[in-house]
């Protein structure tokens, strides 16, 4: 199980699954049912844009950098190919299942998308990517993927005429980008030696770590009043608070705990998928 874990990690299949069970997610808690080319797009996309953020980032010579996942990439560069070229083309395949509206609002999601690892903004003659930006890098992910987990799902449903309810599909899409952030910060946290070097002005260096941790503990709670408030089924409720208490579980005894390691931040990728499943679960019940 170990080593499946670490190649859904260091192969960025697990994030792509992750994106795969949000967007999903959306269909389950909108009660509509699940539109399979958006899931493909979903999914492949999300694998192309990580593995493109990731090979812009690799060091001249993987094998002779600190992090284990890098030089596990820098020696199988053959499978990090082959996963783009496979998205690739099921991304091609899926554009031609999709309404046209959504075509538009998928090249919306990839400029901003992109925006994020490549440098396309000039500030004082200078080009940087949006990551660079101080304190954006965090909720600008979770934009992002609110963008591509709800929005592509709804865009798609409002083309083919469905019956929206949009206060709930808005309000989804807020909470969606707290549930995001929470995941996301921890990353930040773990990094912040690494983004220190790079000069990246991140939450958890602006803030410091402590506060930042004490931060995301916040945001945590804040996600479940947001949950308990929310237009959903009790059953689809209850599938969400679980997940984010399970994820407060997480942040306080394994990744913020003395005995830190560098995957186990990755459990919060995992996570995502574990919410689409308690909620399925539960509204199976």
């Known amino acids: 199980m170990k080593k499946i874990y670490y190649f859904l990690v260091h192969t960025n299949l697990l994030i792509a699954f992750a994106a795969v069970a949000q967007c999903a997610l959306t269909y389950y808690v909108l009660n509509f049912p699940v539109n399979s080319p958006i899931l493909w797009i979903e999914g492949a996309t999300t694998l192309l844009l990580y593995n493109l953020s990731l090979y812009l980032s690799l060091p001249q010579d993987p094998s002779k950098s600190p992090y284990h996942r890098t030089r ?22 899926a554009l031609f299942h ?14 901003i998308s992109l925006a994020y690892a490549v440098p396309l903004l000039k500030i004082k003659g200078k080009w940087i990517s949006m990551r660079q930006v101080p304190g954006l890098k965090v909720f ?14 709804v865009v798609e449903l409002f083309a083919n005429g469905a019956d929206i309810n949009w206060y709930a599909a808005n309000y989804l899409g807020l909470v969606k980008i ?25 939450v958890p260096i602006l803030l410091g770590k402590e506060r930042a941790i004490n931060l995301s503990y916040g945001i945590g709670i804040f996600h479940l009043i947001l949950i308990a408030l929310s237009p959903n089924s009790l059953n689809v409720k209850i599938g969400l608070l679980l997940t984010t208490m399970l ?23 995992l996570s995502l998928i574990i919410q689409w499943l308690l909620v399925l ?3 199976k019940l």
């Open 72 to 93: 596990w990439i820098g020696k199988n560069m053959w499978l990090f190919w082959t996963f783009s070229s496979v998205s690739f083309l099921i991304t091609i395949w």
């Open 98 to 111: 999709v309404h046209f509206l959504t075509l538009v609002f998928l090249g919306f999601i990839g400029v």
């Open 140 to 153: 600008y992910i979770a934009l992002v993927w609110s963008l591509s987990s709800v929005g592509l799902p």
């Open 178 to 202: 707290v549930f995001l952030v929470l995941c996301t910060l921890p990353f930040d946290i773990r990094d912040y030696e690494q983004d220190s070097l790079y000069n990246l002005k991140t």
């Open 247 to 269: 994820i407060l579980i997480m942040l306080r005894f394994i990744i913020y705990s003395k005995e830190k390691h560098y995957h186990h931040v990755y459990l919060l990728d």
């Open 281 to 283: 679960l539960f509204i």
